[in-house]
C-alpha cells in the first residue's frame, strides 16, 4: 500500500491564500526559455550573486565558483556546445557554476599543509554546494520577476568547456544558468505537474514501488498516446539520446581526475 501523505500539490494548491511570498514564488516557478531582451540592472544582477553565495555550504568552504559569462561570442558558442539550445545565447545572464576542489587544495599546499588529492567524495560535496548556491540564486531571481532556466548540458563536451573556461583538474561545471526577463507567453505557460509526494516521500527506509505503483505515478503525463508508448518515447528521448550518452562520457573525463588517489 502506498505511503498516505495527506499534503501534496494538489491540496497545496487549493490552499494557495494561505501562502507567503516565498512559499507561492517557489511553487509557481517555471523554466523561463523566451525573453522579452530587457537587459537585467548590474544591481539586480550583484543581488542575485550575493543571494547564492549565502546559500548552506560544508564548513563555510563555499565549494564553488561562479562564472558570469559577459562575452556574447561565448554565449552563442556555449548555445552550440550545451545541444544546440538557441535561447541559451539570447539571455541577459549566463552563470556557470563550477565545484571547485582546486582552490582548497592549492590554499592548504600554500601554507605546508600536505593534503591527499581530492577524491569523489570531495567531488559529490562540492556538487552539492554548488547545486545549493544555483538554486539560491534561483529563487532570488524569481522574487525579482527574472525567469530562469537550468542547462545541464554544460556537463557535456568536457574537453570543450574545459578548454572554454580554462578549468582545473579538481573542478566541475556542476549546473549552468540562463537569466532574463519572461514573455508574457512564458509567464502564462502552465507549469508542468509534479508527480505527488506519496511517490517520491518514502518514510523512514527506501520504497521500492512495484509496476502498478510507477504507472500512477506516470500515467498522466501520457496524453495522447498510451502510457506503454509514451514511456517508451520517453526513454528513446531522454535516456537513450545521444546527448544523455554524451553527458555520461563527458562525466568520466572529470572524474578521472579525483580517481587518482
Not at 113 to 133: E, H, K, W, Y
Not at 174 to 182: D, E, I, Q, R
Amino acid at each position: 500500500m502506498m505511503y498516505s501523505v495527506i499534503l501534496h500539490y494538489t491540496s497545496f494548491a487549493c490552499k494557495r491564500n494561505n501562502m507567503n511570498n516565498t512559499i507561492q514564488e517557489l511553487m509557481d516557478r517555471k523554466s523561463v526559455r523566451v525573453f522579452t531582451g530587457k537587459a537585467i540592472s548590474k544591481e539586480d544582477k550583484e543581488l542575485i550573486l550575493t543571494v547564492a553565495t549565502q546559500a548552506p555550504t560544508a564548513g563555510n568552504q563555499q565549494l564553488y565558483t561562479i562564472i558570469d559569462v559577459t562575452d556574447q561570442k561565448l554565449k552563442d558558442r556555449l548555445a552550440v556546445t550545451c545541444d544546440n539550445q538557441p535561447f541559451i545565447a539570447q539571455a541577459d545572464m549566463v552563470l556557470v557554476f563550477v565545484a571547485d576542489c582546486q582552490k582548497w587544495y592549492e590554499g592548504f599546499k600554500d601554507n605546508g599543509a600536505q593534503p591527499r588529492n581530492p577524491g569523489v567524495g570531495d567531488l559529490m560535496l562540492a556538487v552539492t554546494d554548488t547545486a545549493i548556491a544555483a538554486q539560491n540564486a534561483v529563487v532570488a531571481a524569481e522574487s525579482l520577476g527574472i525567469g530562469s532556466c537550468y542547462i545541464g548540458d554544460i556537463m557535456e563536451n568536457a574537453e570543450i568547456h574545459k578548454e572554454i573556461f580554462k578549468l582545473p583538474e579538481y573542478t566541475f561545471p556542476a549546473v549552468m544558468l540562463v537569466f532574463g526577463y519572461p514573455t508574457q507567453q512564458q509567464k502564462e505557460r502552465e507549469k508542468p505537474k509534479r508527480v505527488e509526494l506519496s511517490y517520491v516521500v518514502h518514510e523512514n527506509f527506501y520504497r521500492t514501488m512495484d509496476a502498478e505503483d510507477r504507472r500512477e505515478m506516470w500515467e498522466d503525463k501520457a496524453t495522447a498516446i498510451s502510457y506503454e508508448e509514451w514511456m517508451k518515447r520517453f526513454c528513446e528521448r531522454k535516456y537513450n539520446s545521444d546527448f544523455s550518452k554524451e553527458m555520461s562520457r563527458s562525466v568520466e573525463v572529470y572524474l578521472k581526475g579525483f580517481l587518482r588517489n
